[in-house]
């Protein structure tokens, strides 16, 4: 028993300690009106004070009003302190679940929260935008009607999650996601979303390069395999000898170019940028019209136009063999008696340096792929014209490490401009 009890107990005893001798020395009547009239008095007193703690727990907002007098100060205190503290606690709940939820939006990876029947909890903002929800409507609806794409709602019905599902969203298929299925919290599941298609695509290119280069080496040595058994099981005259040894050369020829420009590919991916030298223009691009009229041998006008003043910052190694490339390129997609012209041109924005030619031009499809590995329009053409099909990944490689863009402009039939254009920064002002 507390001290407030035995108070209000103690009190009631007063009362008829009271009432009591009162009654026995007057009336028994008066004794009897002053005890009943002491106790209703003080039930008066706790029906007051309960009543207002039956108002107070309707709606238990931390309220200071609520004050008592005697028993109920205790209890009135102890109950608003507790609310106090339960209210605080609260708050600080609310405050680490807000964080929590903070952190599961800050995932770059996305998150689904799913329950048992893969109904949606929750879902991160990521996620959201990789699977097309939106966990305000969402919450509550099975993920299998929101992504509906057959090989998904079988992974969730097969239940075996030990491998991920690759999955490419209806809404973007050019993105890739990776989707993991992980129980928590017994029968619950995290489903974790991986945007993975920067390393799907490296992974598809890195495929397609190794079964390329294996397909261009395999072409020519089929051939000199060829021609070696031939040399060795028949007996051929001096002459067919001299002949198939050519071819022979040829093909080895062909090889070495393919390796050649490979380690080159090679060796500019994986070095550190180019130390810039100032490079030049007005000698290096009378090289490059004395090698257009060697390698074009007099049968296309070869013409250079220079505008403004001005040099390149830049390695010149590198760019010597970018701007070589462009210029054998045009000799070799020009027919003869056609032109080409080679470019320079110092502008206010940068710099331009570019290859114009009358030849055959280049159908708008496959402008953008031209500077993909091995990538040809015209695969028998460029055989024979002596190219590898990495001239132009190497010229984009070696001008990207220069801040340069390379910009093709072409006209089937008309003829093509292979335009490399450096920013301000690397144009040396002469
Ligand atoms: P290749 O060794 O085959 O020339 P490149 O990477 O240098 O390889 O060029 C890729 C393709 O781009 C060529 O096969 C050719 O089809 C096309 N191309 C390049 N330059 C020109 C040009 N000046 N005119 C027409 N087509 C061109």
Redesign the pocket.
């Known amino acids: 028993m507390n001290s407030q009890t035995i108070r209000a107990l103690l009190l009631a005893l007063l009362t008829a300690a009271v009432a009591l001798p009162l009654g026995y020395f007057t009336e028994a009547g008066f004794g009897w009106l002053l005890f009943s009239g002491g106790l209703a008095l003080q039930l008066a007193f706790h029906l007051l004070y309960l009543s207002r703690l039956e108002h107070w727990s309707r709606a238990p907002i931390a309220d200071p009003s609520l004050e008592g007098e005697g028993a109920w100060d205790g209890v009135f205190r102890r109950l608003y302190r507790h609310e106090k503290e339960l209210r605080a606690q609260i708050a600080a709940r609310d405050h680490e679940i807000a964080m929590l939820i903070a952190a599961g939006q800050a995932l770059t990876d996305g998150v689904v929260l799913l329950d048992t029947q893969y109904q949606i909890l929750f879902c991160n903002r990521t996620a959201e935008d990789q699977l097309g929800l939106k966990v305000v409507t969402d919450r509550g609806l099975p993920i299998v009607n929101l992504v509906r794409q057959p090989e998904f709602m079988a992974y969730l019905a097969n239940e075996d999650f030990n491998t991920p599902l690759t999955l490419r969203p209806e809404r973007n298929q050019e993105r890739v996601l990776s989707i993991y299925v992980v129980p928590y919290a017994g029968n619950r599941r995290l489903m974790q979303v991986k945007d993975v298609t920067q390393a799907d695509r490296l992974d598809r290119m890195r495929r397609d390069f190794v079964a390329n280069v294996s397909h261009e080496l395999r072409t020519p040595l089929t051939v000199l395999a060829g021609f070696l058994e031939t040399l060795q099981e028949i007996d051929v005259d001096r002459d067919e000898r001299q002949r198939y040894l050519q071819m022979m050369a040829e093909q080895s020829d062909r090889m070495q170019a393919i390796v050649q420009?490979l380690l080159t590919l090679s060796s500019i991916e994986s070095a550190p940028p180019p130390e810039s030298t100032v490079v030049d223009m007005a000698s290096l691009i009378d090289k490059l019209r004395r090698d257009a009229e060697a390698l074009s041998a007099g049968r296309h006008e070869i013409a250079v136009e220079i505008e403004g003043q001005g040099d390149l910052y830049g390695a010149e190694p590198e760019l010597v063999s970018a701007f070589a490339?462009?210029v054998?390129?045009?000799v070799?997609?020009?027919p003869n008696g056609g032109k080409v012209t080679l470019e320079w041109r110092v502008l206010p924005g940068g710099a331009e340096f570019a290859?114009r030619?009358t030849?055959?031009?280049?159908a708008p499809e496959?402008i953008p792929r031209?500077?993909e590995?091995?990538?040809?329009?015209?695969?028998g053409?460029?055989?024979d014209?002596?190219?590898?099909?990495?001239?132009?990944?190497?010229?984009k490689h070696s001008l990207n490490r220069h801040q340069a863009r390379l910009v093709?402009t072409?006209k089937p039939g008309e003829?093509?401009r292979?335009a490399a254009r450096f920013p301000p920064e690397r144009v040396a002002v002469v």
């Open positions: 420009d490339n462009l054998a390129n045009a070799r997609y020009t290859v030619d030849g055959i031009g280049i496959h031209l500077t590995r091995f990538y040809r329009v015209d695969r053409r460029s055989r014209a002596g190219g590898t099909g990495l001239g132009l990944a190497i010229v093709i072409s003829g093509s292979f």
